[in-house]
Structures are given as structure tokens and as C-alpha cells.
């Protein structure tokens, strides 16, 4: 067998699993690679600003595509560059792999020049991580990253590769059949999706509480959802991960459920008889205060991660199983058990009577843009071209959820877990390149696309027409809200003082640049971003202290909304009315 290079190796191998795509930032220590893809052209390099970028770039890929997003970078501070992001796509389940360089092997624990202990520092932010020694492992540690953070419950995987291991030579050949040892469970115990039917069958109120999880599962697991949902009849919520499994059009729609979540949703996750939870995972802000979250209702939980199950919820009936797997044995119990569509006539009139308070509706204003009429406005203009939409973090991220209508999955990208700010821009240019034809558009707020505003450069240099529209109201305005809320206004240093001026900004790396002001600019400086075939961004100056309702008060129960206006709705206590 030909001797190649462990560089040669690992170039191979991506080709051979089918990479299109590697995000990255060459350094000395990666050098050998950075060389080896200079010698071919199946696999396309892009160029980031910073390493995080390339993290958050190869999610954005990822999650639009379905497909792995792949991320190079050098040792020390570029591997350290990357954690933030490795650490986002661990909570929000993004398969990725990220190779990182490494010093030499003989020099690993001297503290060389750029070494750090990257499988260490990412030991309990990854899936899994590897050090490779020997060249001769390199392709069946690939082979395994790739399958690792595929399966199961998707996730990043990092192999660290030192700059010797890189130049050694090993016999080229095919990985052995050990790549696939993580074989996690996938299809549901029968038993138990009878059971769940037949729960679902009985119930005088269900819901169906959906999550990420079903977007990971595939475009199958979307449709069968769909399905469930018809013969049902039962309503469907969404964590801000799930939004776009079913259509924001759909009558049994009740809108985002959480923190920012509808009253409707929140009120009928709390008077349901019967949850139904698919692919989520019951995080603190779905559930708020614990020991009030839906406390005369059985709980299904299928979910494919063992660990979420009984985690921050108990649970009557658990399923271990792949989401889509376990929806199609759901659906095929159900007409096989030729259950009739059960009559939710009443439970529907009480959650009709919940959507009557429009607990999203805003009032507004002649002489400033409200940022939810922003946002419905940007909707409008763009929903017939089924744009995939990226956001920051911050109260534009939680407007752009409640106002922002998804159809389908795959659409909607944003850090939900851990919350990252400076996601959105390379996000949307990992979504742009794998999905060269949509229209893409990261929705930002002023604050936020500063932390990785460099990646202007990135869409400058690959001519990718991605569109940033921020909603500049000249505040950290999530820190804004909560200070106002629960520090009596104290605004410690949540203003921004010295902003850029975004639309030369834009022009200086080679943007269109939009200043929108008033009320009546809005359509038109929406429909100018629109007919521009390069980047556009656009800086729409929105009102500075609206605040982003519902919400659900840190400590308070889910049905403790404080609404627009600062209604309060629910039963508060005294506590949860302190905050108001």
C-alpha cells in the first residue's frame, strides 16, 4: 500500500466522507494540512475572520443543510477560539467536527509555543475528542468523529492532531469496521409506543410539546409530526429550537411555548391532561419554576438522548427511541388500533379563548419603528421566498421567534442553549454556502453583531449575498429589559455609547448599506435590501425601550406571564408580582 502523509490522510478521508466544505484559520501547527488541501479541489475552504466564526459558519451549515459542518483551525488560542462554538452546537445538538492542530507529540506538556490541552478543554464541551498519535489511526479516528457526531443525539466531535503526526507517513488504506462502535438506540420499544397512543387516545386535553430533536431527525420525521397531529387533533407547541416542524399557518399552532412563549401555549401546557414530548427537553425556560410546571398532567418523553429523559422533569412514560423513528411507529399504532380522531371540541374552546387575550399583539407608533412591526414587516416581504432566517441573541432573537412565521423546518438558526451573541452572521454564511439559491437573512441586534462583525470580510471575499437586518434600538436591550424589570431601571452599562455607523461600516468591507428611520421608510428600505443581488445590511433604527412580552419572570411559574403593557397574567404570588 502507498505510503501517504497523515495531512494526505485526513484530506482523503473528508473526501471519501463526502465534505464539500471546511471552515477554518491556518496556523503553524496545522500548516501540513492547510498544504494538503492546497493540492486538491473536491473540498472548498472558507477563509473565516475568527475561529468561533468558523464554529458558528459550520452550524449555520449544518442545521441547513442536514448535513456535518466541519471546522480546521490551528493549536492554543485557535482551538481555545472555538469553544464557545463547540460548546453551542453540544446544547443545541449540531453535528460537527472540528480538527485542531497540536504541537508536536514530544513537546505536548513542556507548555510550547501555542499548545494547550485541547482534548482536556473540550473534554466536557464535545461528544467526544480524540488525540492521534500514530497516522496509521488517523482515518478510522475520522471515519468515527463523522459517525459519533451523526448519530444519535447530533454533536460536535474534536480531533486534535499534532504537527508531527501531520508529516509522518503511514500505508494508505480503508478504516477498519471499529469506526461505528457508538451505537445508540434508535428505534422504540413497541410496548411503549402502544402505551403512548393509547394515552394519546384517552386524553381530554393533550398537547404535543416538540423540540429540535425532530428537525435533527429529518424532513420524515417533520411530515409524520404533521400526521400525528391531523389524526390527533391534538395542539402543537415548539421550544424556540423546534420552530418550522409544523407550519406557523396550522390551526393546531399555539406558538412557541417558554419564557417569551405565547400565553396560549403556556396555559395549555398547564391545564393539559396529557403532554407529549417529542424531541425537547424540558430546559428551565420551557418549564419555569419546576414545582409548578404542569402539575396534573402524564408525561410522555421520547427523546433519543437516555441522559435528558427524568432529567428536570418526571416523566410517567419514557421512550428511548429516534424522534422520527418513533413518530412512524406512533402513527402506524394509531390507524392500526383504528382509533377514531378524538372530540377535543371543549379543549379547543378553552385554548381559544386563551388565543383571544393576542397576547402578542404591540401597539404602535407614528414616529418610530416598533421593532415587532419590523420584524412582521421583514415577514411579509419575504415569506414567499421561503428565506432561511439567522438571528443574534437577544430580544430581536425572541421578536423574531414570536413574529416570524416558519412553514418548514431547516429554516430557522439560531443559539438557543447557551445563547451565544455574534452567532447570526456566520451562521447565515455557513447557511448561504450550503444553500447558495436561498435567500438568507440574519436578523441582529446592534449590540450583538459587533462580536463577530468581521465576517463581513468572509461574505465580501466568497460573493455571498447574505443580508443583515438589525434592529439598532442603541441597547443591550435583553440586559435593558431585565434591569428594568428587576433593578428598577438601573442600567448599568447596558447602553451603547459609541456605535459604528453600521451603513458605512458595511460599505468599507464592500456592502450595500440601508439606514432606515421612520415608519414610512420601512417597506421600501426592506424592498431595496430585497433587490440588491450582493450583502446587504441594514441598519433599522427601532424604538429604544420596547420590551419583549410575554415573559415569564426568572423564579416564576409558566403561567405567571407579564404581557404588553405589563398585564399580568395568571395566578401570581407575591413574590413573582415583586418583579413586575
Known sequence: MAEKSGADILIETLCDLGVEVVFGYPGGAVLPIYDALFKQDRIKHILVRHEQAATHAAEGYARSTGKPGVVLVTSGPGA?????????????????????????????????????????????????????????????????????????????????????????????????????????????????????VDMLAAAERPILYTGGGIINSGPEATRLLRELAELTGAPVTSTLMGLGALPASSDQWLGMLGMHGTYEANLAMNRADLIIALGSRFDDRVTGRLDAFSPNSRKVHVDIDRSSINKNVRVDLPIIADVGSALADMVAAWKARKHPKPDLSEWWRRIEGWRARRCLDFADRADEIMPQRAIRALYEATKHKAPIITTEVGQHQMWAAQHFGFEA?????????????????????????GNPDALVIDIAGEASIQMNIQELATATQYRLPVKIFILNNEYMGMVRQWQELTYQSRYSESYSDALPDFVKLGEAYGWKGILIERPDQLDAGIADMLAYDGPVIVDCRVAKLANCFPMIPSGAAHTEMILEGNEVSGEMDDEAKALV
Open 409 to 433: 423546518p431547516n429554516k430557522w438558526l439560531t443559539s438557543g442553549g447557551l445563547g451565544t451573541m455574534g452567532y447570526g452572521l456566520p451562521a447565515a454564511i455557513g447557511a448561504q454556502l
Open 80 to 196: 481555545t477560539n472555538a469553544v464557545t462554538g463547540i460548546t453551542d452546537a453540544l446544547m443545541d445538538s449540531i453535528p460537527m467536527v472540528v480538527i485542531t492542530g497540536q504541537v508536536p507529540t514530544a513537546l505536548i506538556g513542556t507548555d510550547a509555543f501555542q499548545e494547550a490541552d485541547t482534548v482536556g478543554i473540550t473534554r466536557h464541551c464535545s461528544k467526544h475528542n480524540y488525540l492521534v498519535k500514530d497516522p496509521a489511526q488517523l482515518a478510522d479516528a475520522v471515519h468515527e468523529a463523522f459517525h459519533i457526531a451523526t448519530a444519535g443525539r447530533p454533536g460536535p466531535v474534536v480531533i486534535d492532531i499534532p504537527k508531527d503526526v501531520q508529516v509522518a507517513t503511514a500505508p494508505s488504506r480503508k478504516p477498519g469496521r471499529n469506526t461505528q462502535r457508538y451505537a445508540p438506540q434508535t428505534k422504540a420499544d413497541a410496548a411503549a409506543i402502544e402505551a403512548a
